[in-house]
């Protein structure tokens, strides 16, 4: 049974757009040192949202296709004049097989059907072309407040649960059985200063608010309420900072 689309609906977006960090950069510096690559000739980025990933990797690209299968989220991305937008589904890729140098997925992989979008990106990579599927995971700690997890893990995660996801781990024998050589992880902490309105406009652009909120369970009003209250006693006016772990998985295609 297919997934619903959490991220279809304008309210969404526009709350990603303006409350998701860029840490991109980051996952495209490391791109370029695995491979060696300062200049990428095409690249597809698949799962593009509202385009933080788009933007980040077409600064070391000649032309890059992004895809998501959410327009409203597609509409918030930057025009940049070496990036076509194009609407679609991860599971079958718009495009002629040996099309691309690289294939980027940032923070959507676990949305897929996994074993379809691998045999989908294989297709579309030129030999020995490369995926790279990165995250950027929240680890639920604040820097300066050690109680700060408390109340993630006991209040917000037990009111607002993770809604279902693709959890297949991602090893080495599922990729060759689709065409890949597997190498990463990549981990690397990404430690991220947030103010208590960052903080609590990340957290209301989370899929398990979002689909409380899309379902009619919830008014986005009243969760904003109750996490900015429930977040406040953690600042007193200035940034504090948000632990993240960003991972890489490198997976090149077979020649």
């Not at 949202?49 to 509409?75: E, F, P, Q």
């Not at 599922?174 to 990404?190: I, M, T, V």
């Not at 991220?192 to 608010?209: D, W």
Request: glycine share 8%.
């Amino acid at each position: 049974m297919s997934r619903p689309n959490y991220f279809s609906h304008l309210s969404a977006a526009e709350r990603y757009a303006k409350f998701r960090h860029y840490f991109q950069p980051l996952i495209v510096e490391r791109i370029v040192k695995h491979t060696g690559c300062a200049r990428f000739d095409r690249v597809l980025d698949v799962g593009c949202g509202t385009g933080n990933s788009t933007k980040a990797i077409a600064a070391v690209a000649k032309h890059v296709d992004a895809l998501d299968n959410s327009a409203a989220m597609m509409a918030q991305a930057p025009k940049l004049p070496n990036v076509a937008y194009h609407l679609g589904k991860a599971e079958a890729l718009p495009f002629p097989e040996n099309t691309f140098d690289l294939v980027t997925v940032g923070l959507a992989f676990h949305w897929f059907d996994q074993a379809k979008f691998l045999d989908e990106a294989n297709r579309v990579l030129k030999p020995g072309g490369l995926l790279a599927i990165y995250n950027n995971y929240f680890i639920s700690e604040m820097r300066e407040r050690e109680d700060f997890s408390n109340w993630v893990r006991g209040q917000f995660l037990k009111r607002y649960m993770t809604p279902p996801r693709g959890r297949k781990k991602l090893t080495a024998t599922f990729a060759n059985a689709h065409g890949f050589d597997l190498s990463g992880p990549e981990g690397f902490p990404n430690d991220t200063p947030m103010t208590h309105e960052e903080l609590a406009g990340y957290f209301l652009t989370q899929s398990n608010v979002i689909s409380k909120v899309e379902e009619g369970s919830e008014k986005i009003e009243d969760v904003e309420q109750w996490v900015t209250e429930g977040t406040r006693p953690f600042f007193d006016g200035g940034k504090r900072t948000m632990r993240f772990q960003c991972d890489i998985w490198y997976l090149k295609k077979r020649v």
